[in-house]
């Protein structure tokens, strides 16, 4: 990754960073009186959408195949991406990762670190911040459907005053269900944050 920040044992910081890009790209020109309702609903959006890619099975043991060669695997794959040239990387990254379960899941993931840099950034007195321990076997044998319902659950909670802990549940949620299933986050991260550089502001959307 670009950073030497590890979002595992450095979220506040990582969600800082985080949150330092996505303004250069020019998402927190918008910003609604509730930015937190706003962002929730876009995090439920990128959770949405890998419901549909997990429909549609784009997900990189699919994607990356034509790729394998000699037994080769999906994170052998990603290692000749993350080495592409500058160049050629937004092609190969566009063919093969965007658009798959676990880069959704990844889009979700940087959305909520987005949202909890705006509030830590927001209320500095909040303090350092800790990732709690979610057990990867929660997600075992866990259809997808259900295992985002467990990701959202966390996120939701409105009767919990504290939403710097409720997005900690949720990112350490992610991370718990990509353990189990065998994705490499940080690879995914660093591979989406890439691309993203590539993209005009606001990725060319409306907000």
Same mark, same amino acid.
């Given at each position: 990754?670009?950073?030497?920040?590890?979002?595992?044992?450095?979220?506040?910081?990582?969600?800082?960073?985080?949150?330092?890009?996505?303004?250069?790209?020019?998402?927190?020109?918008?910003?609604?009186?509730?930015?937190?309702?706003?962002?929730?609903?876009?995090?439920?959006?990128?959770?949405?959408?890998?419901?549909?890619?997990?429909?549609?099975?784009?997900?990189?043991?699919?994607?990356?195949?034509?790729?394998?060669?000699?037994?080769?695997?999906?994170? @052998? =794959? $990603?290692?000749?991406?993350?080495?592409?040239?500058?160049? %050629?990387? /937004? &092609?190969?990254?566009? #063919? *093969?990762?965007?658009?798959?379960?676990?880069?959704?899941?990844?889009?979700?993931?940087?959305?909520?670190? @987005? =949202? $909890?840099?705006?509030?830590?950034?927001?209320?500095?007195? %909040?303090? /350092? &911040?800790?990732?709690? #321990? *979610?057990?990867?076997?929660?997600?075992?044998?866990?259809?997808?459907?259900?295992?985002?319902?467990?990701?959202?659950?966390?996120?939701?909670?409105?009767?919990?005053?504290?939403?710097?802990?409720?997005?900690?549940?949720?990112?350490?949620?992610?991370?718990?269900?990509?353990?189990?299933?065998?994705?490499?986050?940080?690879?995914?991260?660093?591979?989406?944050?890439?691309?993203?550089?590539?993209?005009?502001?606001?990725?060319?959307?409306?907000?």
């Amino acid at each position: 990754m670009e950073t030497k920040i590890n979002p595992w044992e450095q979220p506040a910081e990582f969600a800082m960073y985080v949150h330092g890009r996505s303004v250069a790209k020019g998402f927190w020109g918008y910003e609604p009186e509730n930015y937190i309702h706003h962002n929730i609903v876009m995090i439920d959006t990128e959770l949405m959408e890998a419901v549909q890619a997990d429909r549609n099975n784009r997900v990189m043991a699919e994607t990356a195949k034509p790729l394998m060669q000699n037994g080769e695997s999906v994170n @052998d =794959v $990603l290692d000749g991406i993350v080495s592409a040239p500058d160049d %050629r990387f /937004p &092609q190969y990254y566009e #063919e *093969v990762v965007e658009g798959t379960l676990e880069a959704e899941m990844v889009d979700a993931l940087l959305r909520i670190f @987005d =949202v $909890l840099g705006r509030f830590l950034d927001l209320h500095p007195s %909040r303090g /350092p &911040q800790k990732l709690h #321990e *979610v057990s990867p076997m929660m997600y075992k044998g866990v259809v997808f459907t259900e295992a985002v319902y467990l990701i959202m659950i966390p996120i939701h909670e409105c009767y919990n005053p504290t939403f710097d802990e409720r997005m900690l549940r949720a990112i350490a949620n992610i991370k718990a269900f990509a353990e189990c299933n065998g994705i490499d986050l940080l690879r995914h991260i660093e591979l989406k944050m890439r691309y993203n550089e590539t993209r005009p502001r606001l990725h060319g959307k409306k907000y």
